[in-house]
């Protein structure tokens, strides 16, 4: 057992920094420092996304003949690692992580010609609609259906938290093509183009104030048959291999080991009650020692994965583990934040965004602005992508054998 | 031994719930969207059924309430989810303004009065460093509840060697405030005092104000915990996934036994303080706090997706309970400063 880097991964890690240092613009940094949403607004994801594509290093998850960088896992770990420590901007996952990958693996030549270049260039912008409002948890019992009529597909229903579908030009949807089936039998994967008369999108705001979330309404939308992923009854299966890439596609440990750090250093400044900084308030320095000993061993856990992924075992269930963890850590360091900026964390701007020139005044300072946005937003952690209670059953089931 | 309500409690509770009627969250966002996020027409309402009033002393112009009877109508505007600040506008310039002759305006709902108490770099301290000189008070005052819309700001000074509270008007020279908006869509406000003329200190006792204050925002986390739980309850009941409502998964059962088992300690640590037995008043809200917020979190999480939105009253009921949580004191210092004492 070792945790040494060899002398290239090292190497690697060093271009990586100074590439951050390079091309990481200020206004960037802001920006992903100052998005109290779990998904960071466009205008920022773009200029980024342009930089790593220009770099060759935009989609870690994709193979290197679609415009991966062909990287090991631990190359992939040491980027995210170093991206988390210069505070980059979270990547749009729906098109990177999720649709990406499913492309490359299930599209065909011409799906992947079409689709994957216009990801990495960020002309298209894609949003998820897997969820419905009867068809949450219980995702194979979703009803928005599609029905083929010639050379198009008809579509009728309607998606919900469809994150950024204000912003996305397509949408990748699964969808009912055979309701006589068995429930996950009749469901397939659709590429459907969002400008068009037949849908609707609807804001919903956030506990927060955000809006990220819609509800997408399809009324007779059409696409086109070729925009069909995989074979009609297919699309179960490959949901299920997208929300693998979506449960345990990152490395969330150094961005929580670099939260904590930025609490413990604010800490410093915060007076507590009784004399001293917060930083040595007793009570306090012991929940931070207590949440670094958490995320520390995560990171771990986390490597574990990475090195069996490295030497060609499958992931598996182990996934829902870091889902699970990893959401409530998240919960965890907000959870700290807000309990040492006191009367500061409860200022609550409606205004957005918290970057740039338009941004409302904070009371305090900015970290004590984000802290209750940030704690109410990220109570979604443990419910997208799989809740809690799924992770564990799915946990229960397939790992502990009950 | 009785732990049931009086009649006249029974009656501030039942006129309480009527007001805040069915809770819809348009009204509530309605409210937020006045200036100052106030609505000055249902703080009327509510000083018209003499809500306020119960806080006053009868000699003061008020009903002469007892702590349990505000604790009373304090809960039930967390049942209700009231987007009404009764606490920190109503009671606690009722209490502390007492027989001065602007109560009676406060009692009326026609002066919106506040606590000006918090300093910028002082935490959660309620002994005052902004002291008097000459006649004047001159420093900073931050998170004072509501002052976005208060016309009346009750500042808290040091004055002779011992904490005093002034009244100090809101057009009053060398008085800047500016609003922000906080947890709960109500906006508070940071004071910069220049030199503030001020009159007599009132004559009822800060600290001893505070923790009546802290008792009564522990009644309202427990009626906001209550309304959590059975809004969750009644989700539980009717949100079908896996062909059947989510209320019969027994780990959903388990959570929501240990929400309510929560909300009952939590019931029984407020009759306690009531009683004046045990604990003193910031330790019982932080448990307290500690135990509604628990619920509301979980109250979000079994709702899913639905629960993040700002359209549930789960949401509001959340942030209501994070601030609460924080005035006069977080959990950790509450319960820190019972166990030194215990010691
Ligand atoms: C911020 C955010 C962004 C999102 N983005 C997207 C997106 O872009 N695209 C998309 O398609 N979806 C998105 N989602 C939706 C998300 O995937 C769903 O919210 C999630 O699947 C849960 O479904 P639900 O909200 O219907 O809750 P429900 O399934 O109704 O669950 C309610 C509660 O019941 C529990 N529960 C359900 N079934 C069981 C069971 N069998 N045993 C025990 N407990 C159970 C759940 O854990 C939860 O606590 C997003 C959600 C959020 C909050």
Redesign the interface.
């Known amino acids: 057992m070792d945790l040494d880097f060899t002398p290239d991964e090292l190497a690697f890690q060093a271009e990586v920094r100074t590439f951050l240092a390079e091309r990481l613009s200020p206004r960037l940094r802001e920006a992903a420092a100052n998005t109290p949403s779990v998904f960071v607004e466009p205008d920022i994801t773009r200029e980024w996304q342009a930089e790593l594509h220009a770099k060759g290093w935009l989609a870690t998850l994709w193979p290197r003949e679609f415009g991966g960088p062909g990287w090991t896992p631990v190359q992939k770990y040491l980027f995210e690692k170093e991206c988390a420590d210069a505070g980059a901007p979270a990547l749009p996952v729906q098109g990177l992580k999720l649709v990406g990958p499913v492309i490359c693996k299930f599209g065909t030549p011409e799906q992947q010609a079409r689709f994957l270049p216009r990801i990495l260039s960020g002309e298209d912008y894609w949003c998820q609609g897997y969820s419905e409002p009867g068809a949450g948890s219980d995702l194979a019992s979703l009803a928005c259906r599609a029905e083929r009529r010639g050379d198009k597909y008809v579509i009728n229903g309607t998606k919900i938290w469809t994150t950024h579908a204000h912003h996305a030009n397509w949408i990748f949807a699964l969808v009912r093509t055979d309701a006589s089936a068995r429930k996950q039998d009749g469901i397939s994967f659709l590429l459907i183009p969002m400008d068009q008369p037949g849908i609707t999108v609807s804001a919903i705001v956030s506990i927060a104030n955000d809006h990220e979330l819609n509800q997408t309404f399809f009324d007779n939308a059409e696409t086109g048959v070729e925009n069909l992923i995989g074979a009609e009854g297919q699309g179960w299966t490959i949901a299920k291999y997208l929300l693998e890439n979506e449960r345990g596609g990152s490395c969330a440990a150094p961005s929580l080991l670099a939260e904590l750090g930025r609490i413990e250093r604010a800490a410093r400044d915060v007076p507590a009650d009784h004399g001293g900084m917060m930083r040595d308030d007793p009570h306090f320095a012991q929940r931070l020692a207590q949440l670094r000993l958490e995320a520390e061993a995560f990171e771990i856990t986390e490597l574990r994965i990475l090195a069996d992924l490295a030497k060609g075992r499958p992931a598996g269930p182990q996934t829902s583990l870091i889902k699970l963890v990893g959401a409530n850590l998240r919960q965890a360091v907000d959870t700290l934040a807000i309990d040492l900026y006191g009367y500061e964390a409860m200022q609550l701007p409606t205004a957005r965004p918290l970057y740039g020139n338009a941004a409302p005044e904070p009371i305090g300072s900015r970290s004590a602005q984000l802290a209750l946005p940030r704690w109410l937003n990220d109570r979604a952690w443990t419910i997208f992508g799989g809740s809690d209670e799924v992770q564990k059953t799915i946990i229960a089931k397939q790992v502990l054998g009950l | 031994m009785d732990f049931d309500l009086s009649e006249t409690q029974q009656l501030f509770r039942d006129t309480t719930l009527r007001f805040c009627g069915p809770g819809d969250t348009a009204a509530r966002h309605a409210a937020r969207r006045q200036p100052g996020g106030f609505d000055r027409a249902r703080w009327q309402e509510l000083a018209g059924l003499g809500l306020i009033g119960l806080a006053a002393g009868e000699g003061d112009g008020g009903l002469g309430g007892s702590l349990g009877d505000c604790a009373t109508v304090a809960q039930a505007l967390g049942e209700g989810l009231a987007a009404e600040p009764w606490l920190e506008c109503g009671f606690i310039p009722a209490r502390l303004l007492a027989s001065r002759a602007a109560a009676a305006d406060v009692i009326a709902g026609s002066t919106l009065a506040t606590l000006a108490f ?1 300093e ?6 309620t002994d005052p460093a902004l002291e008097t000189a000459g006649g004047k008070l001159s420093g900073a005052k ?2 004072v509840p509501c002052g976005g819309a208060a016309d009346l700001f009750l500042v808290t000074a040091r004055h002779e060697g011992r904490s005093a509270v002034f009244a100090v008007p809101r057009d009053a020279a060398g008085l800047t405030v500016q609003g ?4 709960d ?1 109500s906006h ?1 406000a ?1 004071l910069v005092l220049d030199g503030v003329a001020h009159g007599e200190p009132l004559a009822a006792d800060l600290d001893a104000v505070i923790d009546e204050a802290r008792i009564v925002a522990a009644a309202e986390l427990v009626g906001l915990a209550r309304r959590l739980l059975a809004d969750t309850l009644e989700y539980v009941k009717t949100r ?4 059947q409502p ?1 209320g019969r ?1 027994q ?2 059962q388990h959570r929501l036994v240990d929400a309510y088992a929560r909300v009952e300690a939590a019931q029984s640590a407020l009759y306690r303080a009531l009683l004046r037995l045990g604990a003193p008043p910031a330790a019982v809200k932080g448990f307290i706090a500690d135990a509604a917020q628990w619920v509301g ?1 979980q109250a ?2 079994l709702h ?2 639905m ?5 549930l009253a789960i ?1 509001h009921g ?2 209501r309970i ?2 609460l949580g ?1 005035l006069f ?2 959990a ?2 509450g319960i ?1 400063a019972y166990g030194r004492e215990a010691a």
């Open positions: 918090a910028p770099g002082r935490r959660f301290r931050t998170f922000y908006p906080v947890a869509g508070a940071q079908e996934q896996f062909g989510i998964f780990v959903i979190q979000v999480q899913g997706g629960g993040m939105t700002d359209e949401g959340l942030k994070v601030l924080k004191g977080d950790a210092g820190a």
